[in-house]
């Protein structure tokens, strides 16, 4: 059997036993809910299937493409873009750092969420990672020619926290379900305990200086023209829509 029957088998089962417990906890049927329990529980022995598997079962993953930088201390202005998509998609990050075929080390983000939102999530932070690169470049050709390079680097970075704040203050939040706040809050511990880096809202520092205020003005401005639009497609899927292109 190839691993995609596998994989497609074992969804099936976990949503029929997903729907037997489901059906045990909703029914006022004391003789229905404890069939399907009863039912339930055999599935799980016999396809070897913990608890916690069923319970996470509805919750799926999605890896970005790129990131933003690759230095090894995370910048502040990745973690307002993740947390920017976190906001508006109603999911939660993994840092993660894959290696490439050449052997470089590179970052990526693994958005976890239900009812698919961690597919638009992970397509939302790559458009905005390649628009924020693009931004970078920009500024720094227009701002910075005469900077050394510890000067430039030290600029843009100042610009994109502020581009990156742009986007953060722009969006409105997704409002997810308390049900869904549960698993999904249940879901971040098991992967901590598990010893699994879990994104982390940082807070805003104080500014140093009047020309970091301006470079961050300067890129809180451009970041507000990426600001993500979210739509629904007819369906539970998040739309987004990027201003400042896609």
């Not at 045990?24 to 003789?31: D, E, G, L």
């Not at 992970?122 to 020619?145: G, H, M, N, W």
């Not at 809050?185 to 200086?209: F, M």
Request: glycine fraction near 6%; proline fraction near 2%.
């Amino acid at each position: 059997m190839d691993t995609l029957t596998m994989n497609d088998d074992r969804k099936r089962y976990l949503n029929k036993i997903r729907k037997l417990m489901n059906l045990a906890n909703n029914t006022s049927s004391p003789a229905e809910a404890a069939s399907a329990l009863s039912k339930a529980q055999a599935f799980m022995r016999e396809h070897g299937y913990s608890e916690s598997e069923v319970q996470f079962s509805e919750i799926s993953t999605s890896e970005t493409k790129s990131a933003p930088s690759n230095a090894e201390k995370l910048p502040k202005y990745m973690t307002i873009l993740i947390a920017s998509v976190e906001k508006a998609m109603g999911v939660k990050a993994l840092i993660r750092w894959r290696i490439t075929d050449a052997g470089h080390a590179k970052r990526v983000i693994k958005f976890y969420g239900l009812d698919r939102r961690d597919v638009t999530a992970a397509y939302v932070f790559d458009v905005l990672t390649r628009l924020i690169k693009k931004a970078r470049k920009e500024f720094q050709s227009t701002y910075c020619p005469f900077m050394n390079s510890a000067q430039k680097s030290r600029a843009a970075n100042q610009f994109c926290d502020g581009w990156a704040s742009g986007v953060y203050y722009a969006i409105s939040e997704f409002i997810v379900p308390d049900e869904q706040i549960e698993k999904m809050d249940a879901y971040t511990e098991s992967l901590r305990r598990d010893g699994l880096e879990v994104a982390k809202e940082q807070r805003e520092q104080s500014q140093k200086g009047r020309k970091d205020s301006a470079y961050k003005f300067l890129g809180y401005v451009e970041g507000k023209k990426a600001a993500i639009f979210q739509g629904v497609d007819g369906g539970k899927t998040v739309t987004p829509q990027l201003a400042g292109g896609t």
